[in-house]
């Protein structure tokens, strides 16, 4: 999206694996900074079942934000002054947490207030502290210790770990499965297998399994830098053919593999590919 005489000068996205305090539901903590010195550049972020916290400041104010599982792509647009720091949560990590189930948030963004129990200004601490330009260290520690409150107060998972879990373990091994088959992986019933992702995560257990597939495609992607395989990659990740792989691609991204694969080595998408500190 966009056109072609915008210039993105300097926005960077980096991203931290989270403390050993807050792993067990954080994936990563991330930020960008930097600026967009001329109209507007659009950055598509994929879904990966998880749910992001997003702070924000430019010269508009601060803007802070839940942003549920999605199921398609988020064009974002970035202009001007580029100032995000976001918390990804783990499928599954926010329940007990949230006001709502997950499913009434998927493919939302809202005010962080709505999603979140505790009183807004709670997480004010954070986003006063984006709004100052406060290193990316200090933002890691403030949000460690907002999210050791959260969880000290969380209420029961559901299941979520387990359902998660069985999810994942059939995806890694690339194995048909039906609903039943994840249900009694996780010791659960059919009906509450479905009852937990809901919940939970946001996204049927399928669905999971599908974006848990485009992800390992996007890390293949990120790994390789000589001339692409789409054959062999739509075997390394369980597709029934390179056919299936284009189609499930196309559908996530709007783009087929070759293309999203030249815009991305071009760094068209700051958040894969990007710095790992």
Known sequence: M???????SSPRYCEAAPPASIAKWVEAIWWIRGTVSDGIHWHDVLPDG??????????RGVESVFVGSMTRRLPVPM?????????????????????????????????FGYA???????????????????????LVKLATQLLARW?????????????????????????????????????????TLRRVFD????????????????????????AERAAMDWADVAGRAGFADQAHLVREF?????????????????GRFLQYGASRV
Request: charged share 20%.
């Open 2 to 8: 966009g056109n072609g005489t915008t210039h993105l």
């Open 50 to 59: 998880c749910a992001d916290w997003i702070v924000s400041a430019d010269s």
């Open 79 to 111: 202009r001007g002054r580029v100032n995000s720091f976001g918390i990804r949560f783990r499928p599954g990590a926010l329940a007990g947490v949230v006001k709502a189930p997950m499913a009434e948030m998927r493919d939302c963004r809202l005010p």
């Open 116 to 138: 979140m129990p505790l009183p807004v200004n709670d997480g004010g601490w954070l986003a006063d502290a984006v709004a100052d330009g406060a290193t990316p260290r200090t």
């Open 151 to 191: 969880h000290g107060l969380r209420g029961a998972d559901h299941g979520a770990a387990r359902a998660v879990r069985a999810v994942g373990a059939f995806a890694a091994r690339h194995e048909d499965m039906t609903v039943a088959q994840i249900a009694a992986s996780a010791g659960m019933s059919v009906r």
């Open 199 to 222: 919940l939970a995560v946001g996204v049927s257990p399928k669905f999971f399994a599908r974006v848990l597939r485009l992800q390992e495609v996007l890390a293949v992607m990120e």
């Open 250 to 266: 196309r559908e996530f991204t709007g783009r087929t593999p070759t293309a999203y694969w030249a815009a991305l080595k071009n």
